[in-house]
């Protein structure tokens, strides 16, 4: 790995006029120095890729322009904006830090990184991003682009996801950091990765630091950065039983900490393989509530990959002639404007909507 003194004034440098000249890159939130709109840009942007996150960016902002209109906002009206980004728990953070700096801190960001990491759903990445994108303090950000960047460019071939790796890229990162403007310096890194340095198919002809990449001039883009371990996959089968009375739907909160929480559902079984219609019926939640059905319909089955798990969702149309009991479950039956307002997971929603329920 060459890491000479002037390799590393090199990137920097080479980064910094690239940026000024050539960087076209355009997105509401570059320029931003409003705290607020910063933050809520790096929250959606989450594992979640600019052009996907950019129609929530401007729907959250139009909806909240201030962060004190998102902490009075009621849980379900955030989560129904976040619906379709995924990893609710980003949004669950959101909402608890918007209503945290509004009322505790009078609607003022922390202006220190040290004081930015203290906020819930805040790391080391998006402090460092609103630090110096909001108040230029000299903190470099470490996302998957820098790490991409870096990696090709010193030719690292040191996992990133460990915590040697990890030590690493931060260490240089902020030694290459530029410190006159720290924010040009983050926006430039990023949209390389982002733009040119991709990781596949990277645009090596147009990059402003090909003269000295080791990636490059070696065939090694492809191989770096490295990843330490592939994390196993874990199928699961969601049964949806859509109770129908009158006209209405059984749907309640997902409240246990895992995917989709505190967004809504019909009714779940869960089971390790896929079931058919005769198992389903067999359920002890039918004869545990008394539930008789005039017809019971298999609408398909939906596959969802999620970062370390596949989730295939087998919906059931179920219409009933009388109310069930649903002991011992809460939930509420909702009529098609009632479902309209709520949130789902976005394989839900594209259910619902797909057949006619709203």
Known sequence: MENTIATKKYFTAQLISW??????????????????KIWLSEVILQQTRALQGLPYYLRFTETFPRIEDMGAADDDHVFRLWQGLGYYNRCKNMLATARYIANE?????P?????????????PYTAAAIASFAYGLPNAV?????????????GIDIPF????????????????LYVKDSAAYNQAIMDLGATVCSPRSPLCAECPLKKKCIACHNGLTESLPVRSKKQS???????????????KLWIHKRTEKDIWQNLHQPFLIESSQAMEIGQITQHDFFKDNDVSYSSIIYNGAVTQRLTHRIIESRFYSIKLPKKPKMRNLKGSWLDANDLKKTAFPKTIVSFLEKNLYF
Do not use: C, M
Not at 111 to 123: D, F, N
């Open 19 to 36: 940026h000024a000249a050539t960087n076209s890159r355009s997105l509401p939130w570059k320029n931003e120095k409003d705290p607020y």
């Open 105 to 109: 801190l009078h609607g003022k960001f």
């Open 111 to 123: 202006e220190s990184y040290e004081g930015l990491l203290e906020l819930r759903g805040i790391g």
């Open 142 to 154: 470490v996302d998957g682009n820098v790490y991409r960047v870096l990696a090709r460019y010193f």
């Open 161 to 176: 996801d460990t915590t040697e790796g990890k030590n690493l890229f931060a260490l240089l990162a902020q030694e290459l």
């Open 233 to 247: 996959v874990r199928k699961r089968y969601f049964h949806y039983l859509l109770l129908q009375w009158q006209d």
